[in-house]
């Protein structure tokens, strides 16, 4: 029993190993034409972002840093360039000088921006690289409110020269740095850091310069789709088994009829055609179509008053018109120059080549050839 199934499990082996091994040797035989490869999609995505905010100000600088979040919808149109819209804000902080007194104001921003990923524009798109940097460049609308404890101190004597209640609202200039570390295809997480230009209003002092307003950010980014979409290697097609070739008509040597013995009757040989086929983007005769030169040099020395016309010609599929003209050229030549060293003169053969002009058969691999028609000459 124990000898029955080792000699079944040996046997599944052995089916399995020849069945892989005849699936390998197919495999083999194909020759990758194109190489598998990525090309870049169109999509969208989000970020949801959060971290931290500073107004520039007169006082120490973590006394103005308060906290910020941002949402923001893009669409990347290609590897290096995208655009994203989305609104950002939260809180934003001032301070009196003196005496020391804080405030807090409340502010929303709507933006647009013009996002350049550096990474795939210096060093070439690859859909699974880990880092990515960039860069954007866009414009805002700020909405400012809550500003009651700027208010506030006013109303104690201090002069806030660009006091503004209830609401104020700003156009933004703002630009930014930010990178991205791939998780997946679809998910990333990653840091940003931007500046905005805002009035001189944005808080509520007079400084007679612009209000700056910075954002540190940290966040994640869900791309709707992989981004990306793989095209499968390109094989070129297995060459053709020849055709077999027509047995040349046995040749028919005149008889003299009987009656009259002086007039010799002619028998006329057909023209004879022999195809010689060839690799793709080849012009030297393979060992497998030999066979068929050396029956045209036969026939040529048999026939002494034969002549023979060459036409190489390529097949459309592959190349362009130039390099087609000029492999059929050499396709010719290579039939007449074997030719010519077998003893066949010069004279006798005449070379012509159609490039892709003319596709003789049907098959792509059978318009490789050249086609030679020998013909007895009066």
């Known amino acids: 029993m124990k000898s029955y199934k080792i000699l079944s499990v040996t046997a599944i082996i052995l089916l399995f190993s020849v069945n892989s091994f005849s699936q390998n040797t197919d495999n083999t035989e194909l020759k990758i034409k194109e190489p598998e490869r990525e090309e870049f999609s169109r999509h969208w995505l989000m970020q949801v972002q959060a971290g931290v905010a500073h107004t520039v100000g007169e006082v120490s600088f973590g006394d103005l840093i308060s906290p910020s979040v941002a949402l923001n919808l893009g669409y990347q149109f290609s590897p290096s360039l995208g655009i994203r819209v989305g609104a950002s804000g939260w809180e934003a902080r001032g301070s009196w000088v003196a005496p020391r007194i804080n405030y807090n104001y409340s502010f929303v921003q709507g933006n647009a921006d013009a996002v350049l990923n550096f990474t795939n524009l210096l060093c070439g798109w690859k859909p699974t690289r880990f880092f990515n940097g960039y860069g954007f460049i866009g ?38 740095l930010g990178a991205d570390l791939r998780l997946n295809d679809y998910v990333s997480v990653g840091l940003e850091v931007n500046a905005n230009i805002l009035s001189d209003h944005f808080n509520s002092k007079k400084a007679d310069n612009v209000d700056w307003h910075f954002n540190a950010l940290i966040g994640v980014k869900v791309k709707f789709g992989r981004g990306y979409k793989t095209i499968p290697p390109i094989y070129y097609e297995p060459e053709p088994e020849p055709e077999p070739e027509p047995e040349p008509k046995p ?36 060992v497998s179509e ?61 070379t012509d080549a159609k490039g892709d002009t003319v596709q003789p058969y049907n098959g792509i691999e059978q318009n490789r050839v050249s086609i030679c028609i020998a013909e007895i000459v009066d």
């Open 139 to 176: 414009i805002g609308f700020n909405h400012a409110f809550d500003n009651d404890e700027a208010v506030s101190i006013a109303e104690n004597g201090y002069n806030l020269e660009y006091l503004w209640n209830e609401s104020k609202n700003l156009v933004v200039g703002r630009a930014g």
């Open 290 to 350: 030999q066979e068929k030169v050396e029956q045209l040099v036969a026939f040529m020395k048999q026939h002494p008053d034969a002549k023979v016309q060459i036409t190489g010609y390529a097949d459309k599929a592959t190349g362009n018109a130039v390099v087609n003209m000029r492999i059929s050229q050499k396709r010719a030549q290579a039939v007449a120059n074997a030719l010519q060293d077998a003893g066949i003169s010069v004279e006798r053969i005449t």
């Open 251 to 286: 040749v028919v040597e005149p008889v003299p009829e009987k009656k009259e013995p002086k007039e010799i009757v002619r028998i006329e040989i057909e023209p004879m055609q022999y195809d010689v086929f060839f690799s793709i983007n080849s012009a030297k005769i393979r």
